[in-house]
Every structure is written in structure tokens, then in C-alpha cells.
């Protein structure tokens, strides 16, 4: 019984460390990553705490909105997360966000959570103006006609 | 008829019992380590594409599972039916059925591209699909099997056995029903759609159950130094002689009605004249080995008592069974879809027209084995801790 | 469910037409039409059961040797060849076909045909498998566990199954190993108002317009006058799937 009790208070002890540890972790920094967009800003989409706390719930109850029933253009993106966040490396190129030390890995590796998103969404942020059409022939756009598709049709 | 004593069953030699045990656990590791590197390479590193959807891993997942409904069979003969030697071979019925059941779950479940997201398939259920009824058959299966080998082993609720017997035999014709109707209601393949599939699937449980029962049931008498009577096994073969002839019936009535149908005449030749491989694995492996060796070694009075005759037949029935699975799952998809009937497809982008080929890799034929020996791990550990095994399956008054 | 004597899709335009002028739109192609990407916080009112989207091809006029549609569908939603073609998603592939009896022979594209009753999502297990409002056919890669039962079960094998892992994604169509995936009718497009697909695009692009694009629902609208002066066919009509793609002179 008393060595349980013992063991109790150990254990509490130990939790409360490691709770103001994380806490002044997460106090003092900003955790925005050095050279990203977000870097530059005041606060994310919400204060930083909420976002915090409730980004994970956000991006989901976007994704069911717009993978079922196709509503665009959301308030909370996983797209803009990443173009916002993401930071440029050393050789200019865009740093994923999921590798060591970027935004999403650094909170995410911290509490041992897989950020299982990346698992099939991108990580950094796409070039602008690729959102339709050829992705890699960009000679594609240049003789641009102004005539309108289909209709020359029968 | 005198009573009946159950114990563990315990090895002559410690050591072959431990040292058999570390090699089923030997492939056991073997097989999940080949799921991992599936799983984490991605399915291209197997024999499985984008034609062959479903390769190895499911022919010996579906074959554990059809084979564990049947192996329930003996205990149903005994509790539900009223067969008097049947009876003691009960609980040994349940723990295999259980066990190949695990191991055919385990088979298919690391197989999926997200074996991760299984909380997924426990809590989206879309009631058209028979893949969601089975995720509850399977599961459904374990517990009412659990509970009937409650009621067989513990006299205090024994007097439910007979309900519990009652529901499990049901419950066991609802999972291989389901498990046949996966192939049954595909309307996009020629081999499938075939509503026969479902109750062939029911009898070919009957078969491969008993023949995995019988197999082990010899071994483990032999490894426990046990006597069996040649009544009882008597009996067993006689009724594995039936189920044979059964499949093969259902096989026959299944090829016949497909060669009525002018539009499946081209499935039909594939498997039955020129599908290369397919065609051996009917002829050779389902027909001579599964099917005409077996019955020859149970019904040629030649072997009347010889166990070995029992035993070459129960493993010749397996042999054949994992053939015939084989064409059923992978050969049905090999045959190309005829997506334009009339027409030939010269060129195609995506394989059309074209018998899909399919080589399986050794994590998918590891993995496979490994569902085999966690089926048997299962029993092994079940039959020593529990009390399954009769003392003496010695025929009564001799 | 649509309305008579009104077009549904032309409130739609009018609100597309209102976003570009807002967002300070960019015409990039024939009839693509890009909003600035800052501007993405319009909320778009979600795929309504008021339209159902579909497609006409004309065999006639899919070229030989022609890949463009296949290779702007790729493009456009980021599938890489690995050199691999067994285990290489396809989304549309071409087929050439020559008729047994009279040697007849005939080219055309082949991508999920967007059934109104898809064998892929009567098995799918968990709801992965789907159809819009729209009557467009995806796949909710969240909650696809990989089994593929729906490409046992769809008879235009049109699904394609990710056998590796993926980087580099398009933003427009997130993918990853183990799940299945097939044409997703350039649904990303559509929601944005883009009345044309990628492989429509990329055909009308090389002069052999053989793809349309359209709203099955609206009777003004030209896949339903298409439709309904000249004869078209399904491909494997005789399982009453109702696709949304319809063929011409096959």
C-alpha cells in the first residue's frame, strides 16, 4: 500500500516536470520556422493557441467537406498550411514540411504523433500556376488562342 | 458408453514440443517480416499489379478461412447432429477453427495496402458490401466459437450446448456463404458472377475442414502418444470420401453451366485447354491430386484401415483445395474482361485483352505460411493448456 | 431533380463570373480559367445533385498514336512513370480495337465511366468508394484500407492501386501508398467552376476534339444536345450501370 503510495507521488512528480518543461518549451517559442511565409506573420489563420490545440480538428472537418461533398476554398487548408509554413533550404528549394526540424516534425515528433497527412498529401508548397493543366511542359501555355474549347464540335 | 476423460496434451519429449514450436514461431517471424517489407516498400515489390489485384496472400487467406468454418463441422455433428462419436472430438473441432480463422485473418489483414487504418474497417460499415458483412461474420465467428467451446468444456453450462452448437453451425454456413458471394457478386468477371459460388464455397469448407482436422488429429495423437480407434477415423474418412465427391459435383455443375453460356465459353477454355498454368493447376492439382487421389486412397479397399491412406488423402485434399482456390482467386482475374464483346483490342495502354500474368514473390508465399503456422501455433499452445484432447479416442467396447 | 424552363448551371457561371472578376481571374488556355491563388477563401457551394457531370467521347475522333489526354491526366494529377507499367496508376488509358467480323477498327479512351449505380462502391466495405451529389465517382482516401475489392469488382478496370510510396504530390489530387485511386472526372475543376477536364483539354488542344465535357442534367447544355441528336453507346451497357461516359461511333 505505502510503496504504491510512494511510487504515486514519484509518478506525479515526474508528470508535473515534464509538463513545465514542455510548457516553457512551448511558452517562449514561436515554433515557426526560420525563412517560411509564417514566419513574417502576427498569427496563423486563428491565435496561435487555438490553432494549436485544434488545427488537427479543423483539417478534418475540411477534409469531409471537400473530399464528399466538394466544397472549395475553405477558411482552414492543409494546401495553405504547408505554402505558409514550409521553409526554404539551403539550396533555395522548399524544405518538407514532415522532414526533421520542419514545422509539422518538430510538434508532431515531440509528442509522438505521426502526421500520417504527408502520407499522401504534399509537403511543400506547389509552384503557383500549376494548378491545371500540364504540370511539366510549360511550353503547353504559350500559343494561347482565344477560341473556346469544343466549339468546333458537331 | 464409458466416460469420457479430456487432458492437455502433453509431448512424449518436451523437446519436440518446444523445438516445434520455435520453428512454427520461426515462420511466423519469417512471414510478418515479409509483410513489413511489403508494407513498407509498397506492393510493387510483389507479384501482385494493377490486373492481379489480389495474389498469394488471399489464396491463403481465403483457403484458412473456408477451412476453418469447415473444421467447426465435427463438433456440429456432434452437438447439433447427435453423433455419439463425434462428440469427444468437439472442443479439438472449435480450437482448430479458431485457429485457422486467426491465421487466415492475419493473412488478409497484412495484405491490405493500410493494414494501419483496420479501426477503419471495425467502424465504417457499408451493409451492401460483403466484405463489410464478413468483417462481422469473421469476428462473430470468433466469439460464438469461443462461447460453444465454453459450453463443451464447462459442465456448469453445458446444458446450453446444444443452442450455442446450433448457432455456431449457422453462423458457419452465413461466414462461407460470405465468403463465397466476395467471388459470387462480381459482375465485371466472367469466372465470378456465378451465384453457385457461394454454395460451393459451403461445401468446399466441409472438405478442407475435415481434411486439416483429420491431418492433425493423427499428428497430435501420434506426437501425444494417444491411442485413436480405427472406428472413429473410419467414420472421418468415409464422410471426407462425401465431401470430396461433393466439391467435385459442384465443380462439375459450375464448368457445366459455364460452357452453356456462349459468352463464358471463352473463361471456360482458358481454364479447362489452353490457360497454360491454370489449366495444370485444374487438371493436375484440383482434379487428379485434389480430387480422384483422394477418393481412390478413401474408397479403394486396398487402404480400408490403413492410416497412412487417411493421412495421404487428407493431404491431398489440402493440396487440391489451395489449387483450386488458386484459379478461382488468381485465374479468374488472369482472363482478361471482355470490355468490347465483338471486338479485339489491338493496343491498349492498360493490359486490355490480354491474360494478366502473375508471379508470386517469397514475402507473399512467406506470409502465406505464416497464417499456416499460426493456425497450428494456436492449436499447438490451445491443445496443451486447455483440456481438448480426449485421453483415449480408443473405439468404445473394444 | 432538374429544373425545366431554368439552367441550373448558368447561376453557377454567373458565380464563377463574380469570383474571377473579384480574385483578378487569369485565362491560361482555351477555356481554363485560373483564380489567383492567394485568393482561395471563396467558400464554393459544394457538388449539388441539381447537375450531373459526364462525358460524350467520339471514337472517330481519337487520332492514332494520339496520348495527350493521358498524358495531361497524368500531368495534371501528378502520376509519375516508374517504368513499371504493371503497378503504374492509370487513370485513362487508349484502346484500339479491331472488330473480329468485319476488321473494323476503332481508338478511344477509356477512364472510370462514372457509373450511376458503380459496382466499386456497392463493395466497398467502409464508404471509401463514393459517389457526389454530382454523380462523380471518388475514392475517400481516408478511409480506403487498401483491400481492393472495388477493382475486382469494376468492370472498366479503370481503378489502379498505389503500389509505392509518393512525394511530390498535386496539391489538386492527394495520393499515397495502399489506396486505391482512379479519374476522378477532374473534380478539383469542377468545384472551382472549370467546366472542362484535363484530357478534354489536352484534346481539344491537338485539334481532335473526341472528349466533351458536360452537365448530363442541363438539357441546354451541349453534351445533352450531343446526346441526344446522335446515337451513342456505354461500354458494357448490357449491366444497366448507367455511366456518365458515353461513347459515339464505337
Not at chain 2, 195 to 216: D, E, H, K, Q, R
Not at chain 3, 75 to 85: C, V
Request: glycine residues 10%.
Amino acid at each position: 500500500m505505502r510503496s504504491s503510495l510512494i511510487s504515486k507521488r514519484y509518478f506525479i512528480i515526474l508528470l508535473a516536470g515534464l509538463l513545465l518543461s514542455a510548457m516553457s518549451a512551448f511558452g517562449e517559442s514561436t515554433f515557426v520556422t526560420k525563412g517560411s511565409r509564417a514566419a513574417s506573420l502576427d498569427s496563423c489563420v486563428a491565435p496561435t493557441n487555438v490553432m494549436r490545440r485544434n488545427h488537427m480538428d479543423f483539417l478534418k472537418h475540411g477534409r469531409d467537406d471537400t473530399v464528399l461533398d466538394g466544397v472549395r476554398g475553405l477558411e482552414y487548408s492543409l494546401s495553405e498550411c504547408i505554402d505558409c509554413h514550409a521553409s526554404t533550404g539551403q539550396s533555395g528549394k522548399a524544405m518538407p514540411v514532415d522532414a526533421e526540424g520542419e514545422f509539422c516534425q518538430e510538434c508532431h515528433g515531440y509528442v509522438a504523433v505521426s502526421p500520417a497527412c504527408f502520407q499522401c498529401h504534399r509537403t511543400t508548397p506547389e509552384k503557383k500556376g500549376n494548378k491545371y493543366g500540364y504540370h511539366k511542359d510549360e511550353s503547353f501555355f504559350v500559343e494561347s488562342t482565344s477560341q473556346p474549347a469544343g466549339i468546333q464540335r458537331d | 458408453m464409458s466416460k469420457m476423460y479430456y487432458r492437455e496434451l502433453y509431448c512424449g519429449s518436451p523437446i519436440r514440443f518446444w523445438s516445434g514450436l520455435a520453428l512454427l514461431g520461426a515462420f511466423i517471424a519469417i512471414g510478418l517480416g515479409s509483410a513489413y517489407y511489403m508494407e513498407h516498400n509498397g506492393h510493387w515489390v510483389t507479384g501482385m499489379s494493377n490486373q492481379i489485384v489480389w495474389g498469394l496472400p488471399h489464396v491463403f487467406a481465403i483457403f484458412l478461412i473456408v477451412a476453418a468454418s469447415g473444421a467447426l463441422n465435427v463438433a456440429s455433428i456432434g452437438s447439433v447432429f447427435g453423433g455419439p462419436l463425434y462428440k469427444p472430438l468437439g472442443r479439438y473441432s472449435g480450437l482448430l477453427a479458431i485457429g485457422l480463422l486467426a491465421g487466415g485473418l492475419m493473412v488478409l489483414v497484412l495484405d491490405l495496402g493500410r493494414p494501419d487504418r483496420l479501426i477503419v474497417a471495425m467502424t465504417e460499415y457499408n451493409f451492401k458490401s460483403i466484405f463489410a458483412w464478413n468483417v462481422i461474420l469473421y469476428s462473430g465467428f470468433f466469439a460464438i466459437v469461443g462461447v460453444y467451446l465454453w459450453t463443451m468444456m464447462d459442465r456448469s453450462v453445458s446444458k446450453f450446448n446444444r443452442p450455442v452448437g446450433f448457432a455456431a453451425f449457422f453462423w458457419r454456413i452465413a461466414l462461407t456463404t460470405g465468403t463465397g458471394s466476395i467471388f459470387g457478386f462480381l459482375v465485371a468477371r466472367e469466372a465470378y458472377d456465378a451465384a453457385i459460388m457461394a454454395p460451393m464455397f459451403v461445401i468446399m469448407s466441409f472438405s478442407y475442414g475435415l481434411a486439416f482436422f483429420i491431418i492433425t488429429l493423427i499428428t497430435a495423437y501420434i506426437w501425444g502418444d494417444r491411442e485413436i480407434g480405427d472406428l472413429r477415423l473410419t467414420r472421418l474418412k468415409n464422410l471426407l470420401g462425401v465431401f470430396v465427391g461433393a466439391v467435385l459435383y459442384f465443380t462439375l455443375a459450375y464448368n457445366i453451366t459455364n460452357l452453356y453460356i456462349t459468352q463464358h465459353h471463352g473463361i471456360e477454355r482458358f481454364i479447362l485447354l489452353d490457360g497454360g498454368i491454370y489449366t495444370q493447376m485444374f487438371w493436375l492439382g484440383q482434379i487428379l491430386i485434389g480430387s480422384i487421389l483422394p477418393l481412390y486412397l478413401i474408397y479403394s479397399p486396398a487402404f480400408e484401415k490403413s492410416r497412412w491412406a487417411i493421412a495421404a488423402a487428407s493431404i491431398a485434399v489440402l493440396i487440391g483445395g489451395f489449387f483450386q482456390i488458386y484459379i478461382i482467386v488468381i485465374g479468374g482475374q488472369a482472363y482478361p474482361m471482355n470490355l468490347f464483346p465483338g471486338k479485339e483490342v489491338v493496343e491498349s495502354g492498360f493490359f486490355d485483352g490480354v491474360v494478366a500474368s502473375y508471379t508470386p514473390t517469397f514475402p507473399e508465399a512467406a506470409l502465406g505460411v505464416a497464417g499456416i503456422a499460426v493456425a497450428l501455433a494456436m492449436v499447438a499452445v490451445g491443445a496443451r493448456v486447455f483440456k481438448v484432447f480426449p485421453e483415449t479416442l480408443e473405439d468404445p467396447n473394444s | 431533380m432538374s429544373k425545366k424552363g431554368d439552367q441550373p448551371s448558368m447561376e453557377r457561371r454567373q458565380f464563377i463570373g463574380g469570383t474571377i472578376a473579384a480574385a483578378g481571374a487569369v485565362t491560361i488556355a482555351p477555356g481554363v480559367i485560373l483564380h489567383a491563388v492567394a485568393d482561395t477563401n471563396q467558400r464554393t457551394e459544394g457538388a449539388s445533385s441539381e447537375h450531373r457531370w459526364g462525358m460524350v467521347i467520339d471514337a472517330n475522333k481519337c487520332a492514332d498514336g494520339c496520348t495527350a489526354c493521358v498524358d495531361a491526366c497524368n500531368s495534371e494529377h501528378g502520376l509519375t512513370d516508374l517504368g513499371r507499367p504493371e503497378t503504374d496508376a492509370a487513370w485513362i488509358r487508349t484502346v484500339k480495337l479491331k472488330d473480329k467480323q468485319t476488321g473494323n477498327i476503332s481508338r478511344l479512351p477509356v477512364m472510370c465511366q462514372h457509373c450511376e449505380h458503380p459496382p466499386c462502391v456497392d463493395v466497398c466495405p467502409t464508404n471509401a468508394s463514393f459517389k457526389r451529389a454530382d454523380g462523380v465517382v471518388l475514392v475517400d482516401r481516408h478511409r480506403c484500407i487498401g483491400c481492393r475489392y472495388c477493382m475486382m469488382a469494376c468492370p472498366y478496370k479503370a481503378r489502379s492501386f498505389i503500389h509505392e510510396a509518393l512525394s511530390d504530390q498535386s496539391v489538386s489530387a492527394p495520393r499515397g501508398k495502399g489506396c486505391v485511386e482512379s479519374c476522378t472526372l477532374c473534380v478539383h475543376r469542377i468545384d472551382e467552376g472549370v467546366m472542362q477536364t484535363a484530357c478534354q483539354e489536352a484534346c481539344d488542344k491537338d485539334g481532335h476534339a473526341a472528349i466533351l465535357f458536360g452537365d448530363l442534367k442541363d438539357p441546354n447544355s451541349e453534351i445533352s444536345q450531343v446526346l441526344k441528336k446522335y446515337n451513342s453507346v456505354q461500354i458494357r451497357g448490357d449491366l444497366e450501370l448507367n455511366t456518365g461516359v458515353r461513347y459515339r461511333n464505337l
